[in-house]
């Protein structure tokens, strides 16, 4: 929002998906942003001198917060927890795009490339009550709970 002329700009239209989290360099420069998309985390850094996203990191596979930009807005510190690794401090230095986790006790680098185990998503859409005969469910029709859950 334009505080001098109350003109609302939307930043993030084009991304169909909840923004989880964001954060704005001391400098005004730049908008980090965190979109859930299907449960995962994606990272985003909007330049708002250029009216642009930059070109993300390639993470692995995870759920990514804490963000904050350094003083001088060059580099953005992070968390992601993957489902292989807890919590840990990544660092994207935006001017050159190279992204690395703070963590002296793992080496990281053969699991940037999404090589680690990844879970599988799953969508569902509710539906009605499900019931099943008595043939289908092998329970004793003659149980309370048997008569709630299939028809006898």
Known sequence: MD????????????IKWDIDEFV???DGRYLAYIANEDGASRL???DLVQHADTIPPKLPFGVIGSLDFDPAGKRLAFSLQ???????????????GGVRALDGKRDRAARRDGSSS???LVHYRPSTRATASRADSGLDCTSPRAQDRIRC
């Open 118 to 120: 990844r879970p599988t």
């Open 24 to 26: 704005l360099s001391r």
């Open 44 to 46: 985003g850094v909007m």
């Open 3 to 14: 505080l001098a002329t109350g003109k609302v700009t939307p930043l993030t239209d084009h």
């Open 82 to 96: 993957t489902p292989s690794a807890p919590y840990d401090v990544w660092v994207w230095t935006l001017a050159d």
